[in-house]
């Protein structure tokens, strides 16, 4: 039963860290109109910042705090020098650009960093389980991640639905010539919101790099899971990307735990060990299947994009 | 006037509280140009709508040639012969005015799962093609792309896609939109020339254009036939003079 | 038809006889790996041929295609470790599994549009990478070693590198021809149709889904066939063989020759890799170059090299071209 527990909340930590991938993303699409395939490597960014930064700094949350800064920098940067001038363009422009940046964030990295990767130790307060429910353990730094994403969460949705900018947002994807010819500065608020995803994306990288090793490359596994993500949820809703994200989270989290047990009650042990892991890792691509047969625009279709 | 070809029994349509086509009749005879006018709002192309089988009626009937076509998909009462000219143009800019036309002829030929004949050398598609662009006047821009051409072409173009699937009639939905004079005095022409060889049930607003060219005239108003008959009658009639042409010598219809 | 004396003609006539004068180049100059590296280019740009039929002709973005090439040549390579190594065998279970995979894939990525299609064809073909990465039997991740190629009758042997170098190149000359005749076929010309104005083609009474459909297959059987050459060729495969990137390579190629033309994607094969084999000459970190270089053509110049050399020559004649 805690270990059931533990692998609900495992889902849920990695449910939440997709979402921040795939806010930005679908912010982004829905607004700008933009397929951005180099957000995983703003991901990766965030996480190599990180790393860097608490070890000069010697502190994990300074370092973390300096990582998000400084990949909301470069997510603004590229926008003003790349992203721009694929506005408007055609999706196949936006592939194949964003592509050619992949290649170069990633050898960019390999340049500064090498090619071993880093790693990012926690704090020893973060490191070490915590009682969360009576008689439960579990992981400080993952439940740290469960609460600052949740957190974040709120602030964007505050931010989207509350605020003079988030209306701003929510017109703009509408309606770009009206919120132009209201005056506003159209190109500053792209800057905004693709630095806004840019920094999304940092976070989720930085809050997984203790977890996992920093190295090239892996903002490029988890942007596709991100895809998923928004497939299921519908292109451009930031609701949608919620519930979807959670649904993966937790589908892929509880799949990888329980289905080598499930297959082992109905199969041979030999067959049950083959086709474990080769159906785990179907099981998120299954549920989007599913969801294109039901509902080809996703659950939470904004408009008909 | 001749048989009917196109006879419409009773159609309505609603869209939520608005009434767009109220307890409609109408008959166009085989070889009639028959004109429908209204004001704006009147339900002209709700009516093009539900002819084409774009729109489905909520309750009455259409019959083309004496079958009953209410309930038939578009692209099928296009096959049986009943050709719609689209209002907005749709075409296929990226590809030749030529493989256009042929695109249209091709949809007539049965399935296109033939995956080895040369289709840009196949008389059967070209030959009809060629013909359909010779009639509306564009046989000289056949090679160029569709894009490259001007809007008025565009809707001789359409007009050829309409033609190229050797229709028995012709729903033309404001042919004239949007052209200049000189386009349009072309237009007219064009269609006299079509009158000879097909039934033509024609949505204009162009007065001139209709009252020089159609046999028949019917009048819509809110949805409802208020009048229909020859250009002279319509002409003389006082009900429509009142709901329309009245408004016409105001200036709120163009 | 006699084509015409174009520019671009005239520079595509010259690439094709030297791919075919090449391994006789090869020998001549003791360059053993000229003809490695231009077995590698023949047998990609016939990918890249194969995805030109649904991206350049057909308007489906599919990020997914190197997923053929990872079925094509598990197909060889799994047969090989069941000792099953008739290419007769090996090769129509590679065409077969390809198809198959097109299919169910096709049959729900198309009932969606634009950018959906993009990311859900990347997702299964990223799925497809994940599964066989966790087949252990076939090797997993580490991919599986392929002792001996696929074997035909009796003269035709493929591990004599200039005899598998022509049998590369005739199946892609035949891959061209094929995409050729597709595309100026009733069929392919309904493709183009649906592709400039899917609502219309509708109207008119095309079943559009089922077109599509089919050209999806078509285009990733014949990519499935190219990797059993690619199996053939590197005598391993390996889940690498189906990563995302190679399907974004194999887009590049597309776009980088022109996607007006069944003959462009060899073009911006032979380009892109003899541009990553200079460019890894002069440094390590040669996609740094490579990248920001990609984003350029995209900005400036759309149409490929194929619309250059046609903006060179002037003649445009009615056929679409070859």
Known sequence: MTLFIEQCLNGLQFGLLLFMLAAGLTLVFGIMDLVNLAHGSLYMVGAYFAATFAAWTGSFVLGAILALGATLMVGMAVEVIAMRRLYGRDHLDHVLGTFGLILFFDEAVRLIWGPEGLSLPLPSWLNRSIQILPGFQYSAYKFSIIVVTLVVAGFLYALVMRTRIGMLIRAGASNREMVGALGVNIKLLYTLVFGLGAALAGLAGLMQAPILTVQIGMGENILILAFVVTVIGGIGSVRGALVAALLVGFIDTLGRAYLPNILNAILSPEAASTAAPALSSMLIYLLMAVVLIVKPEGLFAAGQK | ?254 | MMPALTVRNIVVAVLLVALALLPLYAQLAHDRFLLTLFTRIVILAMAAVSLNLILGFGGMMSFGHAAYLGIGGYAVGMLAHEHVYSGFVQWPVALGASALFALVIGALSLRTRGVYFIMITLAFAQMAYYVVSGIARYGGDDGLTIYKRSQFVAPLDLSNKTQFYYVCLVLLFGAIYLVWRLINSRFGLALQGIRSNELRMRAIGFPTYRYRLTAFVIAGTLCGLAGALLANHTDFVSPAMMYWTRSGDLIIMVVLGGMGSAIGPVIGAVALLVLEETLSGITEYWQIILGPLLLLVVLFARGGIDGLLMKVGRRQDDEVRS
């Open chain 2, 1 to 254: 006037m001749n048989a009917p070809l196109l006879k419409v029994e009773k159609l309505a349509k609603r869209f939520g509280g608005i009434v767009a086509t109220d307890d409609l009749s109408l008959e166009v005879g085989t070889g009639d140009l028959h004109a429908i006018i209204g004001p704006n709002g009147a339900g002209k192309t709700t009516l093009i709508a539900q002819l084409s089988g774009q729109l489905r009626p909520d309750t009455g009937h259409i019959r083309f040639d004496g079958r009953d076509i209410t309930a038939l998909p578009m692209y099928k009462r296009n096959r049986r012969g009943l050709a719609r000219s689209f209002q907005i143009t749709s075409l296929f800019l990226d590809l030749s005015v030529l493989d256009n036309v042929a695109l249209a002829v091709q949809a007539h030929a049965g399935h296109s799962f033939r995956f080895w004949g040369n289709a840009r050398r196949d008389a059967a598609l070209r030959e009809p093609a060629r013909a359909a662009l010779e009639q509306v006047g564009l046989i000289d821009r056949a090679d160029r792309p569709a894009a490259a051409l001007s809007h008025g072409e565009h809707r001789l173009l359409e007009l050829a896609m309409a033609l190229a699937g050797k229709p028995r009639m012709l729903l033309l939905d404001e042919p004239m939109a949007g052209l200049g004079p000189e386009e349009s005095s072309r237009m007219v022409d064009m269609l006299r020339a079509l009158k000879a060889k097909f039934t033509i049930l024609l949505v204009e607003h162009d007065m001139e254009a209709v009252f020089a060219l159609a046999d028949r005239i019917t009048v819509l108003v809110y949805g409802r036939v208020i009048a229909s008959g020859a250009p002279d009658d319509i002409r003389a009639n006082e009900q429509v003079r009142e709901a329309y042409l009245g408004d016409a010598e105001e200036g709120v219809v163009s």
